[in-house]
């Protein structure tokens, strides 16, 4: 969250989302982004969502614009505070988000990935658009479902995210947990390995000082958004660069 929030205030990159011919159909400052993104954080709390790890929201999208911007409001979505060193400071770790793959064509299959998430992850509310909702609500009735265009489409305005401008926010803790990435479950059912705030910064921190990354570089991304590759290795460390992102459309990036 405080990295989005400082990129937004030092750095002039942008994201550049490309239409299915390769054209770029719509360019997003980080300013822009970390606007949007509170905003749909505050929608996810005001419609009965918590923060510190109380839910989890798994996300299917036909593009990577949206990920982008839930992945950001669940890291932003959170209303919690901790006591840590007898002072009341943010509970900045938000709602961990699992990202998944293009549903496989057959219903056998998706039903056992839903099922299986379902007890995973203790019931979490899946967001979606209504095409894919629909299917899931027809293999798993009790799955808790919530349409995107409830998000992105609702008006509710009022501020509940702090902004600090101390980065990293103290409150921080080495087990707040980031996102979780499913593994491809070819041995099995899909594992869900735990992406930590914490190493999530130290590794893009340290591709950065490594490969000596630049504001002026370009990032171009073919990795769809439930791959690790496309978190940390293009994403997270495009915004810790302040560098430029180019997304490819989700038909052009590999699976």
């Not at 990129?7 to 989302?17: A, N, V």
Request: glycine residues 6%.
């Amino acid at each position: 969250m405080e990295l989005l929030l400082q990129r937004s205030k030092t750095t002039s990159g942008t994201l550049h989302f490309l239409d299915d011919t390769g054209a770029v159909k719509r360019q997003m400052t980080y300013a822009q982004l970390a606007k949007k993104a509170q905003r749909f954080a505050n929608v996810l709390l005001s419609l009965g969502l918590q923060g510190g790890g109380k839910d989890i929201v798994v996300t299917n999208f036909e593009d990577q614009e949206t990920h982008i911007l839930l992945f950001w409001a669940c890291c932003f979505g959170t209303e919690s505070q901790r006591v840590r060193n007898n002072f009341t400071q943010p509970f900045s770790a938000g709602i961990p988000v699992c990202p998944t793959p293009p549903f496989h064509p057959d219903e056998s299959r998706q039903a056992l990935l839903l099922n299986h998430l379902q007890v995973l992850f203790h019931r979490p509310t899946f967001i979606s658009h209504k095409q894919t909702l629909a299917v899931i609500e027809g293999l798993v009735p009790g799955f808790k479902v919530l349409d995107v265009e409830a998000v992105v489409g609702s008006s509710v305005t009022h501020e509940v995210v702090h902004e600090s401008k101390i980065y990293p926010l103290p409150g921080y803790s080495g087990t707040d947990i980031a996102a979780l990435m499913l593994t491809s479950g070819s041995t099995g059912n899909s594992k869900a390995v735990v992406l930590l705030h914490s190493k999530i910064l130290s590794a893009v921190r340290g591709k950065t000082i490594k490969l000596d990354t630049l504001p002026e570089a370009v990032f171009l991304n073919w990795i769809n958004f439930d791959h690790v590759a496309n978190v940390t290795e293009s994403h997270l460390h495009a915004v810790w660069a302040g560098a430029s992102l180019v997304p490819l459309p989700l038909k052009e990036c590999i699976h």
